[in-house]
């Protein structure tokens, strides 16, 4: 079976986002019954609106940084972070004056809710030779302040940025 190659990025992005979404371009990666796969460029001053969605999905950031939000809560978020959107809660993403790259896994299949709302999902681990395998334990934690970052940016503008 040949190997599939799914290409994204830059020349493979079309105009993305829900309702209200301003200088963003992304490329659905993949498509199926466990989910959805995307790829999102977001310019300068660029937005997600705040919007639900029913299916738990993350955020990750591959590149550059910006800000997201989660409910009443909101934080910076940069390159090597990730971003849990809870089903059914208010949520979005956007950048003040630097560029962001985001990869978006939307979950559809079925999830094992934990309590507080996390979800887990089954993992059957497996053994890397010349490695140990030791168990993986759940991290429990909450976002913080960190110094020297404003909890809100300003508002963005409209006209500025352009996708990575």
Same mark, same amino acid.
């Given at each position: 079976?040949?190997?599939?190659?799914?290409?994204?990025?830059?020349?493979?992005?079309?105009?993305?986002?829900?309702?209200?979404?301003?200088?963003?371009? *992304?490329?659905?990666?993949?498509?199926?019954?466990? *989910?959805?796969?995307? @790829?999102?460029?977001?310019?300068?001053?660029?937005?997600?609106?705040?919007?639900?969605?029913?299916?738990?999905?993350?955020?990750?950031?591959?590149?550059?940084? *910006?800000?997201?939000?989660?409910?009443? @809560?909101? +934080?910076?978020?940069?390159?090597?972070?990730?971003?849990?959107?809870?089903?059914?809660?208010?949520?979005?993403?956007?950048?003040? *004056?630097?560029?962001?790259?985001?990869?978006?896994?939307?979950? +559809?299949?079925?999830?094992?809710?934990?309590?507080?709302?996390?979800?887990?999902?089954?993992? +059957?681990?497996?053994?890397?030779?010349?490695?140990?395998?030791?168990?993986?334990?759940?991290?429990?934690?909450?976002?913080?302040?960190?110094?020297?970052?404003?909890?809100?940016?300003?508002?963005?503008?409209?006209? @500025?940025? @352009?996708?990575?």
């Amino acid at each position: 079976m040949p190997i599939e190659i799914r290409r994204f990025g830059v020349g493979h992005r079309r105009p993305d986002g829900p309702p209200g979404t301003i200088g963003i371009e *992304g490329q659905v990666i993949e498509s199926g019954p466990s *989910g959805v796969i995307s @790829e999102l460029a977001f310019g300068r001053h660029a937005r997600i609106a705040p919007h639900t969605n029913p299916n738990p999905t993350w955020f990750v950031v591959i590149e550059g940084g *910006g800000w997201v939000g989660v409910g009443e @809560e909101r +934080t910076r978020i940069q390159a090597g972070e990730a971003a849990a959107w809870p089903p059914d809660v208010l949520h979005a993403a956007w950048t003040d *004056g630097t560029q962001m790259r985001a990869i978006v896994v939307e979950l +559809t299949g079925p999830l094992l809710a934990l309590p507080g709302g996390a979800v887990d999902a089954a993992v +059957t681990p497996v053994q890397v030779p010349g490695r140990s395998s030791r168990p993986v334990t759940r991290g429990q934690g909450s976002l913080v302040e960190r110094p020297g970052r404003p909890v809100r940016p300003r508002d963005p503008d409209e006209d @500025e940025g @352009e996708p990575l």
